[in-house]
């Protein structure tokens, strides 16, 4: 089994500046790509960012110039910070691991989920 753990959330005003973290634990062999989602309400998940295990980094458009994701490979740890935060950013984030694993007794290939951690930013 893997677990992530998310935590980095927070209500902040526009322009202001938070870091998220999320760390996998459990029955790891091998993270892949590691990365963050959102969800605002009413609207689809969609990716922020992510980073593949040799560092290479993707952004949504939206993001690009102001968020910076990166990963601590010996604590399989990803973060985001974030910076210039503007409303729009104001969503639940989701933390999103690609691994191998053992989970339920075999050696799988897994994506794994995080709670989520909520984003508001408003003046």
């Known amino acids: 089994q893997v677990q992530l753990v998310e935590s980095g959330g927070g209500l902040l005003q526009p322009g202001g500046s938070l870091r998220l973290s999320c760390a996998a634990s459990?029955?790891?062999?091998?993270?892949?790509?590691m990365g963050w989602y959102r969800q605002a309400p009413g609207k689809q998940r969609e990716l922020v960012a992510d980073?593949?295990?040799?560092?290479?980094?993707n952004y949504v458009d939206s993001v690009k110039g102001r968020f910076t994701i990166s990963r601590d490979g010996a604590k399989n740890t990803v973060y985001l910070q974030m910076n210039s935060l503007k409303p729009e950013d104001t969503a639940v984030y989701y933390c999103?691991?690609?691994?191998?694993?053992?989970?339920?007794?075999?050696?799988?290939?897994?994506?794994?989920w995080g709670q989520g951690t909520q984003v508001t930013v408003s003046s």
């Open positions: 980073i593949t295990n040799g560092g290479n980094t």
């Open positions: 999103n691991v690609n691994c191998v694993a053992v989970d339920k007794g075999g050696v799988r290939r897994n994506d794994y």
């Open positions: 459990g029955s790891i062999l091998r993270v892949n790509t």
